[in-house]
């Protein structure tokens, strides 16, 4: 029997979901919607009765204060309970999507003594009466994804939703032999393989040393093993590469760049090298105190992301937390941030290509899936940026990241032979098959229809207990070692894990949804939640009963052998046999071609005048701090809990006027004072024009933002995030080397190790215009540098709000001429100027001395100087303090006269929006001056302002700017600087 | 003597357990996290307690309704314990989810005949927020407020939005004094109701004042530079935050 229960609000003004289904309608299909109404639908299949259904609603499925429902079964005639709203529309989750909702009621049913053999969650709205057709355009547009769900018009007439036959075993061999280029590149397309032709022909030539054709599930285990996701081929190619210091020649560009950087640090710092485990786990891991090791890892989303956002995002987050959880012995989650680059705001519905999802909807999207993923994980999400730029509208990036925690001498694991291969947590169903394959291809406005399949929706209460499960199991050492089922599933997992050793595996031991899975399917299925541990016999019943205790699935599904091959079983039968030494090391090594040369450079010119105002930087301060870039995220940042786990310090919003912070700090340990310093850096707008200062002046940031917030600049840990369109092409190529470059050159010269890191290539969105012409549109070369820093004793920490009236502003760096890239020359305020170019030894020594400062107790406030410059960096330091300031242009420290020769206004432009990298503003009391320049002596810095009460001129505080003649160039109420600031609507 | 013991509840989604315990010890008591399941399997274990405590998270993913699958299993299995221990003088504290579990059981704003009188709904954003707020306390036989007139603390929900079955239920309680916490106004005379509370109800108890269920976050409070607007200031430096009062009140009362 098949039951529906509907469940709504008594009263209309609490129904929230009607009214966000009323304004999405509004703007695609204009009328009024205010009457609409919604219900959460039930489906519960069982031999059930028409009481049994009453008592689970009453017991589990209404709250009785706020909430009513009614039951039909299928036989019965949908009446609506809205006399006015006629139009019943449906949404439901596709079979085989995870049902969370779903999932949990099937368990609380059990509570009651009720078991159905299925239940499905349901959205239902109800309309004024219109036409079917109408209705569900409104849905699709509104409440629907085409990756996951289904949307039904009227009343629904099921006859089961219980699925699934069992799959009973076959094998299917795939001939390579007697197939050309062109018919193996078809072959690869066909399979969603991702492999080239050239790779094609090394495991045709494998299998036939063998005697044999490869069977499917082992064409798909190479596949998996061998994609861009899971090796990154292009970074650790061979390359030929030009550039503007001449030719070079890389064996493998990434071992030789940002590995090698490492490597020279490790050397350099000798005995007191506080790196652990680099590039080689699931995250990297360095030394914390005395009894703690942390770790970090930062991981990209953006296919799943550009498909379904919410999905694409939540599960972003929960790959990323698990590869915290599987890094050596299992590390604690601590901290989670993330990352989003996407089209303006703005974007005219005209102007975005076909298949792609509107900018804001798409934000909002992957907020709601950070948000309900990482607030009930019980992570705080403490860090992160938006970044808009059209380049990323057919493909915005979406960046997860997290930090863990574990004891020393815990990041060093390996399995043992005879070690069980143990699969935790989740389910396996059809998720995501072909994940890993997929985010290595390109996207496109088919791409929805073509890849559905891979994206998955996230179930984190699955995720929870499997986090607590490993951590308690950890604590009591019952397994020699753990790794995430990420990109890949199973084949990835068990296939790395074994990589040495060999494993045999019963596949059909693998527990399941729903019945129907084929071997290959179970084995490359990217089902979430679910982690795989090398458990030695003796510790498997202990193991077993904490699993029961935390009410988490674990299944032993086969051993580690220390044959070297990877068995597949199915029932007794072979399903595969591969030779790890194959898999993991057969694959054919290219050497590819780059070349980049700088585009010509325009001289700098100043657009801005003086005839309209008497303050004619008054305005420009405004628009800049209402740029989307810089503008507060709070509609965001308010979403996630970030105070969670008790440990916050310094947090996103900061200061009585509730301003950005650079960095964010928690403790690392409940009641303990070494606290851990979270930050990013960005400088996209470069990387077309300079890939190479692109990912140096991102750097710098990432780790100015952490010393600005107290961190010591001599223990940073960095973490790379390559992000590029096509690599294929030269140039392509040839930016990419550029950046890696950059990486090698900053971190040795700062000290400041990349532990870890990860690619995300080819994000070129392809589509046909109107006119059948091909059109394609190319992300910005972008490197998400994210810094992870350590401060002492978190009574040190430093937040940029301004704390009292009457203190310096120093200002700390040189301000130069750099523009190209700057909000400036977003807003039309400038055009041409130089590329904001890195001096990492004046940077070390800023870094340093910044540092020295805070330790000492001299710096009230300290804010690092970035998008939009000076300008900007005051307004939010008096933003966040809720205090005003004056800045006198002309003491700030520039060789801007000597290399423009521009003066007045347009000088005092360029010196008020510059973004130079590497500068700071200060705030520093009078006692405290001597002791600040003694400390600065041999850096660029000035007394450039102070920190002021009410202007008796304007009746309240201001942020005043004088320009280099002494007028006063722009004079701005602190409440109207903060109202531009907080007008972005975002989330 | 003994230092008193609080037993904290945790259930698969439970996310504040560990910074409660600590706030707990931190105030002087002994504190133990418990599995429901376990506690579910042997009740008696109350016995050895003074304090019992439901903090906050998303048990079994508050996927249907907040703590309405924990509450359920409260009512089937722990009933009848629960109320012997408020009975003999034991303390009881829900936080956030900890509150909206408690409400959906017989230990808070129970009515035998009609149910519940009150529930946390949406708050009226539609969304998840997290903010510090201003409190304000009422005169009340709350022991955990004992002594507290005003206070900031964070909250972080979705569904904190304080409603009653009726207008009698809610002057029904407001006359018996249990609205003990309320949302106050900022210096600039904003209100700092994050959620839409009917009376800006924040946190309610019972009539014995020994049970009290708060949407508020006490225990990430311990510590003045945990304020956003003291990080980084010198009168941050060792000095107590005012959330560590809840818990040391607990803990004076039952020593």
Redesign the interface.
Same mark, same amino acid.
Request: hydrophobic share 35%.
């Given at each position: 029997m098949l039951w529906e229960v509907d469940v709504w609000l008594k009263d209309r003004d609490?129904d929230?979901?009607a009214?966000?289904f009323a304004s999405a309608a509004e703007s695609i299909d204009p009328a009024d919607w205010s009457a609409v109404r919604t219900a959460r639908g039930w489906l519960i299949e069982g031999e059930l009765s028409r009481d049994d259904i009453a008592r689970l609603a009453e017991?589990?499925?209404i709250?009785?204060?706020?909430q009513t429902y009614a039951i039909r079964s299928m036989d019965d005639r949908q009446e609506s309970p809205f006399p006015d709203l006629t139009t019943v529309v449906h949404v439901l989750p596709k079979p085989g999507v995870t049902d969370?909702?779903a999932e949990?009621?099937r368990?609380?049913f059990g509570?009651?003594g009720m078991s159905p053999e299925a239940v499905r969650s349901v959205s239902t709205v109800w309309l004024p009466g219109i036409d079917a057709d109408r209705a569900e355009r409104l849905a699709w547009r509104t409440l629907a994804s085409d990756a996951i769900h289904e949307v039904v018009v009227g009343q629904l007439q099921l006859d089961s939703i219980a699925g699934g036959r069992s799959w009973s075993f076959t094998q299917e061999s795939i001939s390579l032999e007697g197939l050309d280029e062109e018919a193996l590149a078809q072959l690869s397309r066909d399979r969603c393989l991702a492999l080239t032709p050239v790779e094609l022909q090394a495991i045709r030539d494998h299998f036939r040393s063998l005697g044999r054709d490869p069977w499917e599930i082992e064409l798909e285990t190479i596949a998996q093993t061998w994609s861009e996701h899971c090796c990154h081929k292009t970074l650790t190619s061979g390359v030929d590469h030009t550039g503007p210091d001449g030719p070079v020649h890389y064996d493998n560009m990434l071992k030789e760049t940002v590995f090698a950087a490492t490597q020279t640090i490790r050397a350099n710092l000798g005995p007191a090298d506080w790196c652990v485990s680099v590039f080689r786990d699931n995250s990297g891991v360095v030394r914390f105190d005395g009894d703690h090791d942390i770790c970090v890892k930062v991981e990209t989303h953006n296919h799943p992301s550009a498909i379904e956002p919410y999905g694409g995002a939540a599960t972003g987050l929960g790959g990323v937390i698990r590869d915290v959880l599987g890094t050596g012995r299992a590390a604690k989650p601590i901290a989670n941030l993330d990352v989003f680059c996407v089209g303006p705001p703005d974007t005219p519905a005209a102007d975005l290509p076909p298949g792609v999802i509107e900018p804001k909807r798409l934000l909002s999207g992957v907020v709601a899936g950070v948000?309900d993923y990482g607030?009930?994980?019980?992570i705080p999400t403490i860090a992160g940026a938006v970044a808009f730029e059209p380049g990323y509208l057919g493909n915005p990036l979406v960046f997860c990241g997290t930090v863990g925690i574990m004891p020393r001498h815990s990041a060093e694991t390996e399995p043992q032979a005879g070690d069980l291969v143990v699969v935790a947590g989740g389910r396996t169903g059809r998720d995501g098959i072909h994940g890993a394959t997929f985010s290595s291809i390109e996207l496109s406005s088919d791409s929805e229809t073509e890849s559905g399949g891979s994206v998955q929706i996230g179930?984190?209460?699955n995720e929870?207990?499997l986090c607590?499960f490993v951590l308690e199991a950890a604590k009591q050492r019952l397994f020699s070692a753990i790794t995430d089922c990420g990109a890949g599933g199973l084949s990835s997992a068990v296939g790395e894990m074994a990589a040495t050793l060999g494993a045999e595996v019963d596949l059909d031991q693998v527990p399941l949804k729903y019945d129907g899975l084929s071997a290959t399917e179970v084995w490359i299925s990217e089902a979430q939640e679910r982690m795989v541990l090398a458990v030695p016999p003796d510790c498997w019943e202990q193991m077993a009963a904490i699993a029961a205790?935390?009410?988490v699935e674990a299944t032993a599904i086969g051993r580690f052998t220390g044959d070297g091959r990877l068995a597949l079983r199915w029932d007794g039968h072979t399903a595969g046999e591969l030779d790890c030494h194959f898999l993991h090391e057969g694959r054919p090594r290219s050497t590819l071609v780059g070349r980049w040369s700088a585009p010509p450079r325009e001289s700098l010119r100043v657009h801005c005048s003086d005839e309209a105002s008497d303050t004619p930087l008054s305005q420009p301060l405004l628009d800049l701090l209402a740029l989307p870039d810089v503008a507060s995220k709070e509609g965001i940042?308010?979403?996630?809990?970030?105070?969670?786990?008790?440990?916050?310090?310094?947090?996103p919003? @900061?200061?009585?006027g509730?301003g950005p912070a650079d960095g964010t700090?928690v403790r690392g340990v409940?009641?303990r004072n070494r606290g851990v310093v979270l930050g990013v850096g960005l400088r996209h707008r470069l990387g077309r024009v300079a890939p190479y200062q692109m990912a140096a002046g991102g750097i710098v940031e990432a780790i100015a933002n952490v010393v600005a917030a107290?961190a010591d600049p001599a223990q940073v840990a960095l973490l790379d995030n390559f992000c590029w369109g096509d690599t294929r092409s030269e140039e392509g190529l040839g930016s990419l080397v550029e950046a890696c470059r950059a990486c090698q050159d900053v971190a040795v010269a700062l000290s400041a190790p990349f532990v870890s890191g990860k690619d995300s290539l080819n994000n070129v969105f392809a589509w046909k215009d109107a006119a059948g012409e091909q059109r394609e549109l190319s992300i910005p070369p972008t490197l998400l540098a994210t810094a992870l820093g350590q401060i002492e004793d978190?009574?040190?920490?430093?937040?940029p709000?301004i @704390?009292a009236v009457g203190n310096r502003l120093y200002v700390v760096g040189l301000t130069r001429a750099d523009l190209i890239g700057s909000q400036a020359e977003l807003l039309g305020l400038t055009t041409g100027g130089d590329v904001p170019t890195v001096d990492t030894a004046m940077a070390r020594k800023t870094f340093a001395a910044i540092h020295t400062a805070t330790k000492a107790?001299l710096l009230r406030?300290c804010h690092d100087v970035s998008d939009g410059g000076l300008l900007t960096a005051v307004a939010e330091m008096a933003i966040a303090g809720g205090i005003g300031c004056r800045l006198a242009l002309a003491d700030v420290p520039t060789d801007v006269d000597v290399s423009t020769g521009l003066t007045g206004l347009p000088r005092d432009l360029v010196l008020a929006t510059s973004e130079s990298p590497t500068r700071f503003v200060c705030e520093v009391t009078g006692d405290n001056a001597a002791a600040f320049e003694t400390l600065f002596a041999d850096l660029p810095h000035a007394c450039c302002g102070e920190t002021c009460g009410i202007d008796p001129t304007v009746g309240q505080e201001t942020i005043t700017i004088f320009g280099c003649d002494g007028q006063r160039r722009a004079v701005v109420p602190l409440k109207t600087a903060a109202r531009a600031w907080r007008s972005l609507e975002c989330g | 003597m003994l230092s008193p013991r609080a037993l904290i509840l945790r259930a698969?989604?439970?996310?504040?357990d560990?910074?409660t315990a600590?706030?707990f010890e931190?105030a002087g008591a002994i504190a133990r996290r418990v599995?429901v399941?376990?506690l579910a399997a042997k009740p008696a274990l109350l016995e050895e307690y003074q304090i019992f405590c439901i903090p906050?998270?998303?048990s079994?993913?508050?996927?249907?309704?907040s703590g309405?699958?924990l509450a359920?299993?409260l009512r089937?299995f722990l009933s009848d314990a629960l109320e012997r221990f408020r009975d003999r003088g034991g303390l009881i504290l829900g936080i956030c989810n900890g509150f909206q579990v408690l409400l959906q059981t017989t230990l808070l704003l129970h009515e035998p005949t009609t149910?519940?009188l009150?529930?946390l709904?949406?708050n009226r954003s539609?969304?998840?927020?997290?903010?510090w707020v201003q409190l304000v306390v009422r005169p009340s036989q709350c022991v955990f407020l004992e002594g507290l007139s005003r206070l900031e603390l964070?909250v972080?929900h979705a569904e904190g939005r304080f409603?009653?079955?009726s207008p009698a239920a809610l002057a029904g309680l407001e006359a018996s004094g249990q609205l003990v916490l309320r949302y106050g106004t900022n210096a600039a005379g904003v209100s700092s109701n994050p959620n839409g509370s009917e009376a800006d109800v924040a946190g309610v108890c019972d009539q014995t004042g020994r049970v009290l269920g708060l949407m508020p976050?006490p225990?990430?409070f311990?510590d003045a530079?945990?304020h956003?607007?003291l990080?980084?200031?010198?009168e941050?430096?060792?000095r107590n935050g005012v959330g560590l009062a809840l818990f040391t009140n607990a803990v004076k009362a039952v020593s």
């Open positions: 609490d929230h979901a009214r966000s017991g589990v499925l709250d009785p204060v706020s969370p909702a949990t009621a368990q609380a509570l009651l948000r607030n009930r994980m019980g179930h984190a209460i929870k207990t607590d205790d935390e009410q940042i308010r979403q996630y809990d970030h105070e969670v786990q008790g440990c916050s310090v310094l947090k919003l @900061t200061g009585r509730e700090v409940l009641g107290g978190i009574n040190t920490v430093c937040s709000a @704390t107790g406030s | 698969p989604g439970t996310n504040c560990h910074e600590f706030a931190r599995h399941a376990a906050g998270g998303f079994y993913g508050d996927d249907i309704a309405r699958i359920l299993q089937t149910g519940p009150g529930t709904a949406a539609g969304r998840f927020i997290d903010r964070p972080a409603r009653t079955r976050h225990e990430r311990l530079l945990q956003p607007a990080a980084g200031t010198a941050a430096r060792d």
